[in-house]
């Protein structure tokens, strides 16, 4: 039994709107996984209802092999989460707030331990409303690990912060997970996602639809190649399809992108067809695919839109 | 891992001291306003001695004569005043009383007025006399200013109760649901906290504070104002924790499922401003018609100031107070019951 998560079916509707709409989920012991997604895609009703925090309006979630129903105490003692948005006291120092945290679990590091980990050690008697955003998430993450969790929950943990607090925040993550710990979370974020999971489930209004590790999503595309161009006028898409080495093909308002495994042997017919139809070629340019050419591929949309 | 491991409740406790001992304005409203509101009062309603009535005497021919009598007996402040100037000094409260000279005179006044009825009655006992009357006999006469019986000592039980419910309402009902607003009920919940820790902190912190809240108000008025204390100290105080309780169970109340910071100022007003105008707190419930006393005695907050006041000014003991006691323990015994059975934790 190695499932730290494992969701069946997972369906949540608000009203006349359905939030979630039948997910499968599986999360291995001691990887971390990545709900990757846009806003408004699921991903926080998702990572709640697995949390406990909500009940599903269908399916089945079985969290290290116990199920929130029957043993939500135990499992509280064994998790750490951290929600998207939580304004902790304002008046309360960080020490004194990860002294209350510590203090709600049987078991777990002690609060000079929370602050080394949540590197706050300096910030210990500054008071909550002090703090700048990168360090009230570090300190909401020192929180989530008070109770020493198997499994660690984080809702979207870098949002807002500028780069330097994102990379802190995941030597922090990545840290808990060198020791063994499994980690779900959510993100908008490409480079976070690559940068630390190792699984990722691509979730567009409310479903599934990717799955797999960074590498098996960018090469799903059918090409780790990216060729992004414009020209004055229109090009037939079907037309630029029947091109040799061509894998995909999409237009977009501002031009086309097309994927390719062999970007040396798509270049010329490439440009030789855009010159045969009298059109200039207003940009060109390649990189290899990302995730973020993933999701627009999967849902021809930006994720940050 | 050598470090014991810190206590929760206590944790929790501390944790609702702190927020509250580090937010200047809640100290404020909490010890500041009843000793401001105490002194503002004491003062606007400090027994004077009494004043003798303003009249005015109508000018005519036998006004001076009228005038003479009055100054004779020299209990007023009377005028001569041109009829039209008589009628707006009587207007307009310059005046309680217009005598117009005749035979018999005319006295004009407005009857629901305290102060008019009381110049008539005694403007016409002297013109009475001036005019050979003979009373049947002198009485004595016994005047007291006995603390205990001025207005302060009425109003300091009324802020005591005053003050128990709001910071009920507030400290308990309103701070709920700002956590519930920011989202940090929702992250306790998701820790193994027991739900009844969270919510003895908050009445835990109510009775901690009480203990500086009340003798602070009590000394002030003792030396300030020489308010004294006739009943048991013990069984005032037992009092107090008895309503910190029961508002402590009403806030909870209020805060069981309110979603939203303005729900909450909202239901608070509600269940406070009956209470606010209607518990005796400034003045005595009596003044409402007869058909809403029974309403208004079964406030908690009714019950609690005539408790405080019975015993304060009455030095009453348990067996006195008891049917109000009992009413604050079944308010706070419901409102306990229906808040955590409504409670709203996530």
Request: without cysteine; aromatic residues 10%; charged residues 15%.
């Given at each position: 039994m190695d499932a730290a998560i494992r969701c069946r079916g997972l369906k949540k509707r608000y009203g006349d709107v359905d939030a979630v709409r039948g997910l499968d989920l599986d999360v291995r012991k001691g990887e971390c996984f990545g709900l990757l997604?846009?806003?408004?895609?699921g991903k926080t009703t998702t990572i709640e209802i697995l949390e406990g925090l909500l009940d599903p309006t269908e399916g089945d979630v079985v969290i290290l092999g116990r199920t929130w129903k029957a043993d939500e105490q135990a499992l509280r003692e064994r998790i750490g989460l951290a929600l998207q948005e939580t304004r902790l006291?304002?008046?309360?120092?960080v020490e004194e707030t990860l002294r209350l945290f510590a203090s709600?679990?049987?078991?777990?590091?002690?609060v000079a331990e929370l602050l080394a980990k949540g590197q706050l050690e300096e910030k210990?008697?500054?008071?909550?409303?002090?703090?700048s955003g990168g360090q009230k998430q570090r300190l909401a993450v020192a929180c989530a690990l008070a109770g020493d969790p198997e499994l660690l929950f984080l809702d979207?943990?870098?949002?807002?912060?500028?780069p330097q607090s994102r990379r802190g925040l995941w030597d922090l993550v990545l840290d808990y997970k060198s020791r063994g710990g499994t980690v779900l979370l959510t993100t908008h974020y490409m480079d976070e996602a690559e940068k630390l999971c190792d699984t990722i489930a691509v979730i567009d209004h409310g479903l599934r639809i990717a799955l797999g590790t960074p590498r098996e999503l960018i090469a799903s595309l059918g090409g780790t190649q990216v060729v992004d161009f414009a020209v004055e006028g229109t090009l037939d898409v079907a037309e630029l399809e029947a091109?040799?080495?061509?894998?995909t093909v999409r237009a977009e308002a501002d031009g086309y992108v097309v994927t390719t495994t062999r970007l040396h042997e798509i270049l010329p017919p490439l440009l030789a067809h855009i010159e045969g139809k009298g059109a200039p070629l207003t940009r060109l340019a390649t990189h290899r695919a990302t995730l973020e050419d993933v999701f627009v591929h999967l849902t021809g949309r930006q994720l940050r839109e | 891992m050598s470090e014991r491991r810190p206590h929760a409740l206590t944790q929790l406790v501390l944790a609702r001291l702190r927020s509250f001992y580090r937010e200047p304005g809640v100290l404020f409203w909490s010890f500041g306003f009843p000793l401001v509101l105490a002194v503002a009062l004491g003062i606007a309603f400090r027994n004077r001695p009494a004043e003798p009535p303003r009249v005015a005497i109508e000018d005519g021919p036998m006004a001076a004569d009228v005038d003479a009598k009055l100054q004779a007996s020299g209990a007023f402040h009377a005028a001569i005043l041109p009829h039209d100037r008589a009628s707006v000094a009587l207007r307009t409260d310059k005046v309680s009383l217009v005598i117009v000279p005749g035979d018999p005179p005319t006295y004009r006044y407005d009857s629901t007025r305290p102060d008019s009825r009381l110049a008539r009655a005694l403007v016409d006992d002297a013109l009475q006399r001036a005019n050979g009357r003979q009373d049947e006999f002198r009485p004595q006469e016994e005047l007291i200013t006995e603390p205990g019986a001025r207005y302060i000592d009425f109003l300091i039980p009324g802020l005591i109760g005053i003050g128990l419910m709001q910071s009920g309402l507030w400290g308990v009902g309103y701070v709920i649901v700002e956590m519930r607003t920011k989202k940090l009920m929702k992250r306790f919940v998701?820790?193994?906290?027991k739900k009844s820790d969270f919510l003895l902190a908050f009445v835990l912190m109510r009775g901690i504070f009480l203990v500086v809240e009340i003798p602070v108000l009590l000394l002030f008025a003792r030396f300030?104002?020489?308010?004294?204390?006739?009943?048991s100290v013990a069984l005032l105080g037992a009092v107090a924790v008895l309503g910190s309780l029961t508002f402590a169970g009403l806030g909870l109340l209020v805060g069981?499922?309110?979603?939203?910071i303005q729900t909450a100022s909202g239901l608070i007003n509600l269940a406070s401003m009956p209470m606010f105008i209607?518990?005796?707190?400034?003045?005595?419930?009596?003044?409402?018609?007869?058909?809403v006393q029974p309403f208004l005695a079964a406030l908690p907050l009714t019950a609690l100031n005539d408790a405080l006041r019975a015993i304060m000014l009455?030095?009453?003991g348990v067996a006195q107070i008891a049917p109000k006691l009992g009413i604050l323990a079944g308010w706070g015994v419901v409102c306990f019951a229906l808040a955590l059975k409504w409670f709203r934790w996530r």
């Open positions: 997604g846009p806003n408004g895609a006291s304002d008046k309360l120092t709600l679990y049987p078991r777990g590091p002690t210990r008697s500054a008071r909550y409303e002090t703090l979207e943990p870098t949002t807002g912060l500028d091109l040799p080495s061509v894998n | 998701a820790t193994p906290m300030v104002f020489g308010v004294p204390i006739f009943g069981s499922r309110a979603q939203n209607g518990s005796g707190t400034f003045f005595a419930s009596a003044r409402f018609p007869e058909v009455d030095g009453a």
